[in-house]
């Protein structure tokens, strides 16, 4: 299936201070192309990757699973890490429960770690439903689009199939148990007003990892895509500083995005 128009995946080679950034569930690179943009434009390399299953149709996530979706953000770690003297992942949603993982995974290999709205697990009750529900439908209502700014639109999936539902649980369970090894620098930004992801998510990551340079920012203006909503520049600004206060850049521009 071809990739819907402005759901692609955004790389811009700059400097030698790269940043990997991970979309969420069901959504899409435009979610946070933004913040993206922001960072090449001063300099770093930058890599979104499009997951896969995302991007085309619902049917096309219903056949992959967490593995596939966490060997694309590996990959493209590797990549940078290759690339790059210094690499920095950060993500929205399952892009930043994606973020945390490869920290923990990687060590020394990832410099810093942003997470916007993380998720921790899946909530209520269907969540334990998960493991029969999906051999009895085949899918729920979509959880995109949770935007406060009037006009703001995120391009993702208007229903969750549930096989990658489950799939998404059983990586949730497992990266629990793996949060204590991130050990890096971690800047959380979550907002006050979110439907999707409850603050409880924020607080237990911020509770089981090891970091000890952690920083907590809360987006007073903001849903749950705040990426796209009205703290987005709070977002991007924070987080080039914080790239920047771990690595610093010369701030020297890169060669022309493609995407």
């Not at 940078?80 to 399952?94: D, E, K, T």
């Not at 439907?195 to 509770?207: F, K, M, T």
Request: with cysteine; glycine share 10%; net charge negative.
């Amino acid at each position: 299936m071809p990739v819907l128009p402005g759901a692609e995946p955004y790389r811009h080679e700059g400097g030698e201070v790269g940043v990997l950034l991970c979309h969420g569930f069901t959504g899409s690179p435009q979610s946070l192309r933004p913040w993206a943009e922001h960072h090449a434009a001063h300099g770093l390399t930058v890599s979104l990757p499009l997951l896969p299953g995302h991007g085309t149709r619902w049917e096309d996530l219903q056949v992959t699973g967490w593995q596939d979706w966490y060997a694309e953000v590996d990959r493209e770690l590797r990549l940078l890490a290759g690339r790059c003297s210094r690499v920095f992942v950060g993500g929205l949603s399952m892009g930043g429960a994606l973020a945390l993982r490869l920290a923990a995974r990687h060590g020394d290999d990832v410099a810093g770690v942003v997470v916007v709205n993380p998720v921790n697990r899946v909530h209520g009750l269907s969540a334990y439903a998960l493991p029969v529900a999906r051999h009895l439908a085949r899918t729920t209502k979509g959880v995109t689009g949770d935007i406060a700014k009037e006009g703001a639109a995120e391009l993702g999936y208007d229903r969750v199939p549930l096989h990658a539902a489950h799939s998404l649980r059983e990586f949730l369970r497992r990266l629990d148990g793996e949060l204590p090894q991130v050990t890096q620098p971690l800047l959380l930004l979550r907002s006050a007003h979110d439907h999707v992801v409850p603050a409880a998510d924020s607080a237990r990551v911020l509770s089981r990892v090891s970091s000890r340079d952690v920083t907590e920012t809360v987006l007073e203006q903001s849903r749950h895509v705040a990426t796209l909503d009205y703290d987005a520049d709070r977002i991007f600004e924070g987080s080039l500083a914080f790239v920047g206060r771990l690595a610093p850049m010369t701030g020297k521009e890169g060669t022309a995005a493609v995407g």
